[in-house]
């Protein structure tokens, strides 16, 4: 995996994200949320849902004093990390939280692509096939499978 991930097509028409590494390394707030797992960045600029123990919390990366509960994300690793034919981004990871970023409304709320590929100064694009705009969208390949994975 080149990128540190690729992409699989989901019978659905979401995609999975296959994550070369699939451990948290890295985790940044800024502006924004970014999860790096390997050379793979999940940049998340909008607010997003997460559940930890069964408790469920609503986190805006611009209000920093939201976001405490997402530490609870470190150290970890992804079991699935996909996005839905709708746009949303989901999470989970193999201790039992969960992450969800709605799909987008006036502009892209989530990014996956390669570490340092998303500058500062962008706002964050799916990088799904087709948008040219997102990191690493012309290097993604999509992996068919005829399996489902992850959960329905």
């Known amino acids: 995996m080149p990128g540190g991930h690729h992409l699989r097509e989901q019978p659905d028409g979401g995609l999975e994200f296959v994550l070369e590494d699939p451990v948290l390394s890295c985790l940044v707030v800024d502006d924004r949320v970014t999860l790096?797992?390997?050379?793979?960045?999940?940049?998340?600029?909008?607010?997003f849902d997460l559940e930890v123990d069964g408790v469920g919390h609503r986190l805006d990366p611009r209000r920093?004093?939201?976001?405490?509960?997402?530490l609870a994300l470190y150290p970890g690793t992804a079991r699935w990390l996909w996005a839905t034919p709708d746009g949303r981004l989901v999470l989970v990871l193999m201790q039992g939280q969960r992450l969800v970023v709605p799909g987008p409304a006036v502009?892209?709320?989530?990014s996956v692509g390669d570490a340092g590929a998303v500058s500062g100064d962008h706002l964050p694009d799916h990088g799904l096939p087709g948008d040219e705009d997102g990191p690493g969208a012309a290097?993604?390949?999509v992996e068919e499978d005829p399996a489902p994975l992850g959960p329905a």
Do not use: I, Q
């Not at 920093?64 to 997402?70: A, H, I, K, R, Y």
């Open 139 to 141: 290097t993604d390949a």
């Open 36 to 47: 790096r797992f390997g050379r793979t960045e999940v940049v998340v600029a909008d607010p």
């Open 107 to 110: 502009r892209s709320a989530w």
């Open 64 to 70: 920093p004093e939201t976001l405490g509960p997402l």
